[in-house]
């Protein structure tokens, strides 16, 4: 694996935030050919939350896409079982779109008032940048955030697969994320604030860990239901609904469904939709930083998140 470890000694040339379409707004940078800026100025001057609103929030790579199946599977469970659910057809992505990639980027105005209850939504934007109607209603958010050397590698990975560039250095990549140079970071900025109102307003904002997810699937799956209003029965515990849940949304069971394999969804950039699905691992970037590269993100996140009780 020598090959692959970042030195953080490249001689290639770097990528520009800019040849990325990163922009720098509102104090975070946007991955603007994926969310536009107007969309996001729009998502904020109209969106309407309801109470009743699920909103699935999250940095790209810190596991999106598995969280969305098992909100989508859970809240949805009484009408469909698992052998008819939409998610043997479509993209998790498909089923809960995001406001700045996909509702406000196609309209600037959309009508979501026609959305069955509870509307389910998804956003990679940070805490301070949401409609603020979002803030001042009763509505759930669910934030899920990974390790930030997991992260990288797997931004890496899909940055190179979205954009064609095959030849990127990964200590290019390691080096933005390092300053917060990436897409929706920093990476310190938008965890702490769903952290800190997590804290503030914990049955408004639920803050999950892939490595938790991962570790006790049962007890972080029970959890994510019941916090969204859908808690499982004795009965359906006892009948094993949780376990089929956790199965079906699994990494393997995902990744080797055809509309995940072949498929890609409409209007999007994202050439494919198995870019979604890599390994699937907790600690895959032993394999690609060394540890000069580990002590300096950790030192750049101690220093960070030092006046917090956040931690990584
Ligand atoms: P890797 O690149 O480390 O494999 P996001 O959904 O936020 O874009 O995150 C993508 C990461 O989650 C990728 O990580 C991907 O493989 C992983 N992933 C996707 N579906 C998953 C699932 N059902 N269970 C666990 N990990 C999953």
Redo the contacts with the bound molecule.
């Keep these: 694996m020598e090959s692959k470890k970042s030195s953080l000694a490249s001689s290639t040339p770097n990528i520009s935030p800019s040849a990325q379409g990163l922009t720098q707004f509102q104090g975070f940078w946007i991955p603007t050919l994926i969310a536009p800026i107007s969309s996001i100025i729009s998502f904020q001057k109209y969106f309407q939350a309801l109470d009743e609103d699920i909103i699935v929030a999250?940095?790209?790579?810190?596991?999106?896409?598995?969280?969305?199946?098992l909100v989508f599977t859970i809240v949805n469970r009484h009408s469909y079982k698992l052998s008819n659910t939409p998610l043997n057809s479509a993209n998790p992505h498909q089923l809960i779109s995001h406001f700045e990639i996909k509702f406000y980027k196609e309209n600037l105005n959309p009508d979501l008032s026609k959305i069955p209850s509870p509307r389910l939504f998804s956003t990679h934007l940070p805490y301070p940048m949401l409609a603020d109607s979002i803030k001042r209603s009763n509505c759930r958010i669910v934030y899920?955030t990974?390790n930030p050397f997991?992260i990288v590698?797997?931004s890496w990975?899909?940055i190179k697969g979205v954009h064609n560039l095959p030849d990127w250095p990964l200590e290019d990549c390691f080096e933005m994320f390092c300053r917060g140079e990436e897409s929706y970071g920093p990476f310190w900025e938008h965890a702490l604030g769903y952290w800190n109102m997590s804290m503030e307003k914990p049955s408004n904002i639920l803050f999950m860990r892939?490595e938790e997810?991962?570790e006790d699937p049962v007890a972080q799956t029970k959890r994510l239901a019941e916090f969204l209003g859908f808690p499982f029965s004795i009965e359906e515990e006892k009948t094993g609904v949780v376990n089929q849940i956790i199965d079906f949304?699994?990494?393997n069971?995902?990744?080797e469904l055809e509309v995940n394999k072949t498929g890609k969804m409409p209007r999007s950039i994202i050439p494919s939709n198995k870019l979604?699905?890599?390994?699937?691992?907790v600690g895959?970037y032993i394999n690609y930083l060394s540890p000069t590269a580990v002590e300096l993100l950790s030192n750049v996140l101690k220093e960070k998140l030092s006046e917090s009780s956040l931690t990584f």
């Design positions: 999250s940095k790209p790579k810190a596991g999106t896409t598995w969280l969305k199946a899920i990974r997991d590698v797997s990975h899909f892939y997810l991962k949304c699994s990494f069971h995902l990744k979604f699905f890599r390994s699937g691992k895959d």
